[in-house]
């Protein structure tokens, strides 16, 4: 795990069309120029791993005001977009804007160190929680479920969503499911919100 570097912004933008395949939406991919802003904004936020000198994981993250985390509405709202123009120094809240991991590096952990760098930076700025907003690409298969129920589910462990079992096994908290959160068909536009108290 080191600090994300500049030279891998391009490389940064080809990981996520590899990690998010239709139909997740193109234009809601991180770019290089979303990548060098997003490194601009809040350098010591931005993490990446390499594994034989390829990069196998990223991670982009900011800072948000109590306020901004107690009156959520959609992700845009939240972030500002790809550009995390909300990002302030003033916040309490580390927000884990994105994950991508490698498809042929997964299950190898990088996730979990990921969260970890992700903690060890929320305790090292004195911020008072870890928090993001997960896709759930599962719920398309149970059409008549809701959402709420869905995340419900899979916290029980009765249904499996790769993304939200994973975080959740890794120690995040389920607080709530928000439909009408992004654009995002395959999760039904839903997102699961997830948190570590510090």
């Not at 500002?80 to 580390?94: A, D, E, P």
């Not at 979990?112 to 911020?127: C, D, P, Q, S, V």
């Not at 992004?182 to 839903?190: A, K, L, Q, T």
Request: charged share 20%; net charge negative.
């Amino acid at each position: 795990m080191v600090p994300f570097e500049l030279e891998f912004c391009e490389e940064a933008q080809l990981l996520q069309r590899l990690c998010f395949p239709p139909p997740f939406p193109k234009e809601d991919l991180f770019s290089r120029d979303d990548f060098l802003f997003n490194l601009r904004q809040f350098p010591e936020g931005q993490f990446m791993v390499l594994q034989n000198q390829e990069l196998a994981a990223t991670s982009t993250n900011m800072i948000i005001t109590d306020s901004a985390w107690s009156n959520l509405s959609t992700w845009e709202n939240l972030v500002g977009g790809l550009h995390i123009v909300n990002h302030n120094v003033s916040g309490s809240t580390l927000f884990g804007v994105d994950i991508s991991v490698h498809p042929k590096y997964r299950k190898m952990g990088l996730a979990k160190k990921i969260y970890e760098a992700r903690l060890g930076l929320a305790r090292k700025l004195n911020l008072v929680r870890f928090a993001t907003a997960c896709r759930l690409p599962g719920l398309s298969r149970y059409p008549d479920l809701s959402p709420h129920d869905f995340g419900r589910k899979v916290a029980s462990g009765e249904i499996v969503d790769l993304p939200l079992s994973a975080f959740l096994k890794i120690g995040l908290n389920l607080q709530m499911v928000v439909e009408n959160f992004m654009n995002d068909p395959e999760s039904r536009h839903c997102c699961a919100i997830l948190e570590i108290p510090l």
